[in-house]
């Protein structure tokens, strides 16, 4: 199985990307059948974004651990933290994913001013580098899982994971900043 993900490394990166944004678009439109969505309490689904931003603070420490484990050259520790944060990601989108497909986007409460000049352009932001991270992360995650650590360095590795990493460390906080401007900020 490594072996033909090697092999076809492009095509595996654009269909987890296609399917990953499918997702997320179906979730957001709401286009998912109830049948398909487990039953939520309220309390749970309103715990969620705080829950998420948790997430996404953590990831950006194990993003940053593993950025400096690397470059300590401690392969193994990157490896790990780096597939800490993919972890984190994963349970940050599939809550994101749950809460959306049940309650829809959650709009912004505060002033208009505000709203068109601050709030859409760092959600604008935050969701262009979302979505560019989507294949960077695992095209990169690919190569680290189907590569020996030695061969890495003669692969797009090293360069897109550097990439990768500051987009997605620059996405969570952006994240982090529209949570704090809709739920935690007195507007």
Known sequence: MQTTIRRRLPLVTGLLTV???????????????DALLPPVPHSILAAIPHLNALLS???????IAGWRSIQADDVDRHRRLMLTSLGLFLGFLAL????????????????????LWVYYPILGVHMLLAIV????VYHVLLLGLTHAPAELSETLHPRLGRI????????????????????????
């Open 96 to 115: 994101y994913l749950l809460r959306v497909a049940i309650e829809g986007p959650t709009s912004f409460g505060g002033p208009e001013w505000l709203k």
């Open 19 to 33: 399917v990953s944004l499918v997702a997320v678009v179906a979730a957001v439109r709401q286009a998912i059948p």
């Open 164 to 187: 990768a990493a500051t987009l997605w460390l620059i996405s969570f906080s952006l994240g982090i900043v529209v949570y704090l401007m809709l739920y935690v900020l007195p507007l």
């Open 57 to 63: 603070a953590a990831a950006i420490v194990t993003i």
């Open 133 to 136: 991270c989507i294949p960077l």
